[in-house]
């Protein structure tokens, strides 16, 4: 071989042999990895209202700060108080429009006494102003999934109401033992969900939340000892409520507790004072929502 075909065949060697080092190699029954990321799903943002009868009113200053620091509810789940607010919530009303519903709300357009149930309300009207103000759509038209919680009042099971009658299901999640009788649906009598889930953070999770951010407006045993049978025996329904809660609002990643143990299920002349601190105890808890939705974030991007 001369040397001008010596040096040929070594330039085509050469070149070879860089090919066979360099080229990557995917094997024939594995695709090659694609580099472009792939896009995390949003993060689904739940809220959990409790109930507390006029208490409820604390809920709507929490939404008003969710909203005003850009805080997005996805699903919500409501117990009582909490149904009230929370289905018009889902229906579309923003925050300000729950308050200027909450000042002109006149007692007389949800109480009516049957005599017929023992002096009991009778819940009627609390279910034909809930179906006015969310124009009478049925729970799975709402704009935001919502659940309202009651009780199976002859086996003590947890109902969450999804779908049907919004005015139904919140009167039947907010019919007080005692207080309201009891609602009849589909051949069974259901009362008020706080009996089973104060905090209904287990129906936020059942509707697709990652993030369960709780409103706990409970009753707390106030530390005091009832001087009659009748105080002793609310005591221990509120010790018994509480002791319930806890357990759910174990499985919350945030919980908010406005301070509104002086105002009573009845104060609805208070109800300015509740929204207000709803807002303060939203607000305090702002930095710690925030904490958590970075966490999930970057657990869910990994």
Known sequence: MNRRHFLLAFCIATLLSACATN???????????????????????????????????????????????????????????????????????????????????DEAKIRDVGLLGGGLVKGQKLQDYVNGLVGGRPLEKLGKPFAAVATELETGKRMVFVRGNTGMAVRASSSVPGVFEPVAISGKSYVDGGVVSPVPVDAARELGADIVIAVDISA???????????????????????????????????????????????????????????????????????????????????
């Open 23 to 105: 080229a990557p190699v995917t094997p024939a029954n594995q695709p090659a990895t694609d580099p472009t990321p792939q896009p995390v799903r949003p993060l689904k943002i739940g809220l959990a209202l409790g109930g507390g009868a006029a208490k409820g009113f604390a809920h709507i200053g929490v939404i008003k700060m969710l909203e005003a620091n850009g805080i997005k509810v996805d699903v919500v789940a409501g117990t009582s108080a909490g149904s009230v607010v929370g289905s018009l919530y889902a229906s579309g009303l923003d925050a300000f429009q729950l308050q200027e519903t909450a000042f002109s709300l």
């Open 220 to 302: 707390k045993a106030d530390g005091k000892t009832p001087r009659n049978l009748l105080g002793v025996a609310g005591q221990s329904i509120v010790i018994m409520g509480q002791k319930l809660g806890e357990l759910e609002l174990a499985r919350a990643d945030v919980v908010i507790r406005p301070r509104v143990g002086k105002i009573g299920p009845t104060d609805f002349d208070q109800k300015n004072q509740a929204i207000l601190e709803g807002e303060k105890a939203a607000l305090a808890a702002l930095p710690q929502i925030r904490a958590k939705l970075d966490a999930k974030r970057l657990t869910a991007g990994k």
